[in-house]
Nanobody, 121 residues
């Protein structure tokens, strides 16, 4: 079994900084990609940033230049550095990973439980 555990969420004023971390643990053969999604009340869950196993990154337009995603392959960890936070960044942030859990198994989609990020005006 695989667990994704997020940390780093909290309350911050506009313009502030938070760093989210997500660690994958359990039976892991390989991780194809790790990503952060967010979901505000009444809205769908949207991709914030993603990093592939090769280190390629992609960001939502709304966070480009402010957020940075990075991956520590040795620790099976993904970090989202969030700078210049805005009230519209307020959401529950979810860690996501595409993980192969056993040789010859197809990679599966795994989610963390989410961590609340609240940005006040």
């Amino acid at each position: 079994q695989v667990q994704l555990v997020e940390s780093g969420g909290g309350l911050v004023q506009a313009g502030g900084t938070l760093r989210l971390s997500c660690a994958a643990s359990g039976t892991i053969v390989s991780i194809v990609a790790m990503a952060w999604y967010r979901q505000a009340p009444g809205k769908q869950r949207d991709l914030v940033a993603i990093v592939s196993s090769g280190g390629n990154t992609r960001y939502a337009d709304s966070v480009k230049g402010r957020f940075t995603i990075s991956r520590d392959n040795a620790k099976n960890t993904v970090v989202l550095q969030m700078n210049s936070l805005k009230p519209e960044d307020t959401a529950v942030y979810y860690c996501n990973a595409i993980i192969q859990v056993q040789p010859l198994y197809e990679p599966g989609n795994y989610w963390g439980q989410g961590t609340q990020v609240t940005v006040s005006s």
